[in-house]
């Protein structure tokens, strides 16, 4: 019936706007999925994820640009003939059918023969572990139960692209962490393309290929979830993705950055911005013992504790150095660093491995 | 000045040994406290009392009692073997369906649409079903008679435009009937079935969509079956209202269409026979109440009805 | 055109492919409203035959209805009545949902339905009823009478509002006031009733036009000089189509409708605050 598809297709999303009256939701937004690949689109409430989710799927239509899975252009398709399969972020279950016949329902559309439509309603709900469930009612079941009826339904009629909206955020974290690693192992066996969408960044560095950080309806950075953490490219990404604490530099006269009358690196080429900040990661930072010896390799803060706040398995602290900066650091509670030692009001001295700062340049958001 | 609530004030000896406060004394004061609330309704109370109780009850009584005051079933036998009053029951049911099925056909579509329209203007045109509601009964029965007369204004527009050519009878008959009723009972009919509507998750639709639902398909196979609660409540109530119409059938149909409260109005008009009045009141009582059991067990049944989809 | 291709939902049916059920709907609307206003260009009509578009106008009708006094006695009487009912009824049924609402006791199911019986029982029998026990006490044709029946049919109105209105309404400011020292009933009288002043004014005015609009009760109950204007419009409706009643439908459309708008003013007065 269906002519021969590959497992998965590849998106393009290209010049993107959509706008409602004078807000702009996506504003010329371009993003390439690979055939395959899990996607997440990260951002905060109101930046423009969901509607680029609801346009790939056919939900809303934008003002001007071009969807495309693989080599078909889907920009004008209507949503029911786009092929993808879709969990909403409350499910979106249909309260009055049963488990089986919510997972049946695209099968029955696509009038699939009742012996193996009823196979593949079977494999799906094995898949999610739900097989005992199939004559249950929807009202029966628990969020954990209908999340995964929700996820069956959309992976049983096989599409090649999959969209998921915020489908964890409204289970307890413990479920939610659960399903984290169920998913990204029902993403490996089904090998779909799948975009993604969250506004956790521990969520999305958890489960995905690439990260899509958006924000204003913009794409602030692309990459891997190794190359967002350690490599933000501006500062809201920095800012959105873990604590950072926020340290202006100065120029020299030799194009270096300099803190502190230290040289921390120099001005990188090709970039145009004026004012730049080091950007730093909270456990990047270390104490130092008073009568340790300074080595070249490290950048150092000295200051007083202002903040001291105990976490179980770590400590947060916050300093401020003396040109009144605030330094966020994370330290392990069980290293060799005495932290009941340490109390708010004392002066410390916090150091950083060179290769482990981030200098992004100011203003470019 | 001490502190007074509902619970009244603790004096020492309330505290057992521990300081705390005795069970049986927080009970004692929580139930005082909730029977003076539930006192607040006693005016009410005594209203209804009144009013319906004791009269309805008395008509019970009456209804067994014969022309000489001895306890008897003459009254409902009478019911049962004249035909008269055969044909007032059979009038009854079928305007009370005819107009509840015309409610239905006519309401959906209008139910929907409301239900379509985005949040600013769905107050504009609600105005159009309330308008009706918050105008005299009397008045819109009136309006109808004056515009299905002979030469009123239906019948003439008609014969303008040439949709037919001699007036044709459209008041004090079954028709004229029906379309008063159906006019009155549009909105009960629709108030409900768009609360209905409206509580229809969008996203479900959505989701028969992206499954690869049409926009025909979503609608019949998701969006109608999630909307016939509101549909049975909705007819429900335009049903039992019809039962016990007395006013628009009484104007616009001409003396030949009788429904129950008409001949219990004119056993008392012309016989001041309270025996028979009052057994048909009780049988349109009995009626209703059924229908609204049946009506009650049947909506909690409706999950299982869904179910066989 | 461009409004015709633009979807009309999120499963992008346009408004195109709507159109019929735009006008079908159309059309149902315009229907209900017509009957409801046509009584009011036929009333200044100047013939006998009330006709549309009036011939020649008129107000011959009004003249007719303000020269004859039973009309203008009926019409004194109605208002008496709706507004004695309004003054009973209004009070009544806040008390009563207040009460029911707030106590949450088990009793308060039971009597929620029996307060709610005369929506349920048909109004006729209520009618027949009040007719024969008013009878045996010797208050037909009285005022009060008529005002006692029509203020049980409007009490669940007013129960139902009341109630609907506390539902949204955080009940918690009570036990605050509580626990800075009122008494119950000083919280009830100070926090509470000004933030349901709306409500109750919507109640209170469907409590008047419920009696002023009721035809069936005051047919049996109300009667030679105390005759409502209701009970009077519907014997001369059956007799004749008297188009005097055109006028009359005419004021108290007017009537209702200004009040229904009057009230939808302050309340949005009320919520711009």
């Known amino acids: 019936m269906v002519p021969d598809r590959p497992a998965s297709l590849s998106i393009s999303v290209t010049e993107l706007t959509k706008s409602y009256g004078n807000f702009y939701a996506l504003n010329a937004v371009s993003i390439d999925v690979k055939a395959g690949e899990f996607l997440t689109l990260l951002g905060p409430s109101g930046s423009g994820k969901t509607t680029l989710l609801m346009a790939i799927a056919g939900f809303n239509r934008p003002d001007s640009g071009q969807i495309c899975f693989g080599d078909s252009d889907v920009t004008l398709m209507p949503p029911h003939q786009r092929e993808v399969g879709m969990v909403f972020q409350n499910y979106a279950l249909f309260p009055h059918m049963s488990v089986f016949e919510n997972v049946a329902f695209p099968l029955k559309l696509r009038k699939i023969a009742k012996q193996e439509k009823n196979q593949k309603v079977m494999d799906a709900l094995n898949t999610v572990q739900l097989s005992d469930f199939a004559n249950r009612r929807i009202d029966q079941l628990s969020g954990g139960q209908r999340q995964r009826v929700a996820l069956a339904r959309a992976f049983v009629f096989g599409p090649t692209i999959l969209l998921m909206d915020e489908p964890l955020s409204a289970l307890d974290k413990k479920l939610r962490e659960e399903m984290q690693i169920e998913l990204k192992q029902l993403h490996r066996k089904l090998g779909v393309t799948t975009v993604y969408v969250t506004h956790d960044q521990r969520e999305a560095l958890t489960m995905s290929d690439r990260i899509a950080v958006i924000n204003d309806g913009e794409v602030k950075q692309i990459g891997t979830p190794r190359e967002i953490y350690n490599r933000p490219a501006n500062s809201f990404v920095a800012s959105f993705i873990g604590e950072s604490s926020f340290i202006p530099l100065v120029r020299d006269a030799k194009g270096g950055l300099v803190y502190d009358g230290v040289r921390i690196a120099d001005l990188p080429s090709g970039q145009s911005a004026k004012a730049w900040s080091l950007v730093i990661r909270p456990e990047r930072l270390s104490m130092v013992a008073a009568k340790a010896k300074i080595q070249s390799s490290k950048l150092y803060f000295k200051g007083i504790i202002t903040e001291l706040v105990y976490q179980g398995e770590t400590a947060l602290m916050m300093m401020e150095t003396g040109e009144g900066e605030t330094l966020i650091a994370r330290m392990n509670t069980r290293s060799g660093d005495d932290i009941d030692s340490l109390a708010e009001g004392q002066n410390i001295t916090l150091s950083i491995d060179k290769k482990d700062i981030i200098i992004i340049p100011d203003g470019a958001t | 000045m001490g502190r007074h609530d509902g619970g009244g004030i603790m004096a020492k000896g309330d505290h057992n040994s521990r300081g705390a406060l005795g069970a049986k004394k927080l009970r004692a004061a929580e139930r005082k406290e909730a029977a003076m609330l539930l006192a607040l309704t006693i005016p009410a109370i005594i209203v209804v009392a009144l009013i319906i109780i004791i009269p309805v009850g008395w008509l019970f009584s009456l209804s067994f009692l014969d022309e000489t005051g001895q306890f008897s079933l003459a009254n409902y036998q009478k019911m049962i073997e004249y035909k008269s009053y055969l044909r007032v029951f059979r009038t009854t049911f079928n305007v009370s369906f005819l107009t509840t099925f015309l409610?239905?056909?006519?309401?959906?579509?209008?139910?929907?649409?409301?239900?379509?329209?985005?949040?600013?203007?769905?107050?504009?045109?609600?105005?159009?079903?309330?308008?009706?509601?918050?105008?005299?009964?009397?008045?819109?029965?009136?309006?109808?008679?004056?515009?299905?007369?002979?030469?009123?204004?239906?019948?003439?527009?008609?014969?303008?435009?040439?949709?037919?050519?001699?007036?044709?009878?459209?008041?004090?008959?079954?028709?004229?009937?029906?379309?008063?009723?159906?006019?009155?009972?549009?909105?009960?009919?629709?108030?409900?079935?768009?609360?209905?509507?409206?509580?229809?998750?969008?996203?479900?639709?959505?989701?028969?969509?992206?499954?690869?639902?049409?926009?025909?398909?979503?609608?019949?196979?998701?969006?109608?079956?999630?909307?016939?609660?509101?549909?049975?409540?909705?007819?429900?109530?335009?049903?039992?209202?019809?039962?016990?119409?007395?006013?628009?059938?009484?104007?616009?149909?001409?003396?030949?269409?009788?429904?129950?409260s008409m001949q219990i109005t004119a056993i008392l008009e012309d016989q001041f026979n309270w025996g028979a009045a009052s057994a048909l009141g009780v049988v349109l009582l009995v009626a209703t109440f059924a229908v609204l059991a049946l009506a009650s067990r049947f909506l909690k049944l409706d999950s299982v009805m869904f179910g066989r989809h | 055109m461009s409004w015709l291709t633009s979807a009309a939902s999120e499963t992008q049916i346009t408004h195109g492919d709507r159109l019929w059920l735009y006008c079908l709907a159309g059309l149902i609307m315009f229907l209900l409203v017509v009957p409801t206003v046509i009584v009011i260009p036929m009333s200044f009509s100047d013939s006998q035959y009330l006709e549309f578009p009036p011939r020649d106008w008129s107000l011959r009708w009004y003249d007719e209805y303000l020269e004859t006094p039973r009309w203008i006695r009926a019409t004194i009487t109605s208002l008496k009545v709706a507004f004695l009912t309004m003054l009973v009824a209004t009070p009544f049924g806040t008390m009563a949902a207040y009460g029911l609402f707030v106590s949450g006791s088990r009793y308060g199911k039971a009597i929620f339905f029996l307060l709610m019986t005369p929506m349920i029982v048909p109004v006729i029998l209520i009618a027949i009823g009040t007719f024969y026990v008013f009878g045996k006490v010797g208050i037909v044709n009285s005022i009060s009478g008529l005002v006692l029946a029509h203020t049980v049919l409007s009490v669940p109105i007013v129960m139902i509002i009341i109630t609907s209105a506390l539902r949204t309404y955080d009940l918690n400011q009570e036990r605050v006031a509580q626990s800075l020292g009122s008494t119950r009933i000083r919280a009830f009288f100070e926090i509470t009733l000004p933030q349901l002043k709306f409500s109750i004014l919507t109640a209170a005015l469907l409590a008047f036009l419920t009696s002023f609009d009721e035809v069936i009760i005051s047919i049996f109950l109300s009667g030679g000089g105390n005759s409502t204007l209701t009970k009077q419009m519907f014997s001369a409706l059956r007799d004749y189509i008297d188009p005097t009643i055109a006028a009359i439908s005419t004021l108290m459309i007017v009537l209702s409708t200004g009040l229904m708008i009057g009230l939808q003013l302050i309340g949005h007065k009320d919520s711009r605050d």
Do not use: E
């Open chain 2, 103 to 260: 409610c239905i056909l006519i309401g959906y579509p209008l139910a929907y649409f409301l239900s379509q329209m985005p949040r600013k203007y769905v107050g504009l045109f609600m105005l159009t079903v309330l308008l009706p509601f918050w105008t005299s009964l009397l008045v819109r029965t009136y309006a109808w008679l004056v515009m299905l007369q002979r030469n009123g204004l239906i019948n003439n527009f008609a014969i303008d435009l040439g949709i037919w050519d001699t007036p044709i009878k459209l008041a004090h008959n079954l028709n004229g009937t029906l379309i008063g009723m159906v006019h009155i009972m549009l909105p009960f009919l629709v108030l409900p079935l768009y609360a209905a509507m409206q509580r229809i998750d969008r996203n479900t639709l959505q989701a028969a969509a992206n499954l690869g639902a049409t926009p025909i398909q979503t609608f019949w196979q998701v969006f109608v079956p999630l909307s016939l609660p509101g549909v049975v409540a909705g007819s429900l109530i335009v049903f039992v209202l019809c039962l016990g119409f007395y006013v628009t059938p009484a104007v616009l149909g001409g003396g030949k269409v009788i429904m129950v």
